[in-house]
């Protein structure tokens, strides 16, 4: 299988920091995005991102900007979608994403996916982690996605569907286990941000 193409996700609206982009949030010497860029970028073949509204505002990026083609903030999976959409101009099979606000996610995450979904015809794999109550919890905007099923996931969001992981199991999703829960740390309120440089 070739390299993935990568797409960061940061469609959402950001509520419980009072809005605006999580992403250009400072964060040590840059910000949570270009932490997350420059923990992907090794991983992927190319890269985009996506996000709504004006897309200069992450012109310093030099990203490719992907804005939703689902209207009305329905959640990681239009990201996904459009994620899917440019992936399959490119000619590539597979996008791998990863979530704006979470800047210390594996560096090696990519190839863990790749190597969970060995022998798939679609390969979707989402990351989780050991969980003491569930078994494991799956990170849901953190996943390997086939070019090949975007059309289905279109239909699906169109009538409706919101939650990643009911689309998922619809088509036999796997999980591609990763050990340190602290890795998917993700910052959603000003004391997470202030937790993310005690981390750093």
């Excluded at 083609?69 to 994403?97: C, K, N, R």
């Excluded at 979904?117 to 679609?122: N, R, Y």
């Excluded at 289905?152 to 998922?168: E, P």
């Amino acid at each position: 299988m070739t390299q993935p193409l990568g797409v960061i996700l940061a469609g959402g609206q950001a509520t419980r920091m009072g809005g605006g982009d999580k992403g250009l949030l400072p964060l040590g010497n840059g910000t949570l995005l270009s932490s997350v860029i420059d923990r992907l970028q090794p991983q992927v073949a190319d890269m985009a991102l996506n996000a709504n509204g004006d897309a200069t505002r992450f012109a310093a990026f030099d990203l490719t900007v992907l804005p939703d083609s689902i209207d009305g903030f329905v959640g990681p999976l239009a990201g996904v979608l459009a994620g899917l959409d440019w992936a399959a101009a490119q000619g590539a099979d597979t996008i791998v994403t990863a979530a704006a606000d979470t800047p210390f996610f594996p560096c090696d995450l990519v190839p863990h996916l790749l190597l969970a979904s060995e022998g798939m015809t679609h390969p979707l794999v989402l990351a989780a982690t050991p969980d003491v109550k569930r078994g494991k919890a799956r990170h849901p905007t953190f996943g390997l996605w086939p070019v090949a099923l975007r059309d289905d996931l279109r239909s699906a969001l169109q009538g409706g569907l919101r939650k990643v992981v009911l689309w998922t199991d619809q088509h036999a999703g796997r999980t591609a286990m990763f050990p340190d829960e602290a890795a998917f740390f993700n910052v959603n309120t000003p004391d997470d941000l202030a937790q993310a440089g005690q981390m750093l």
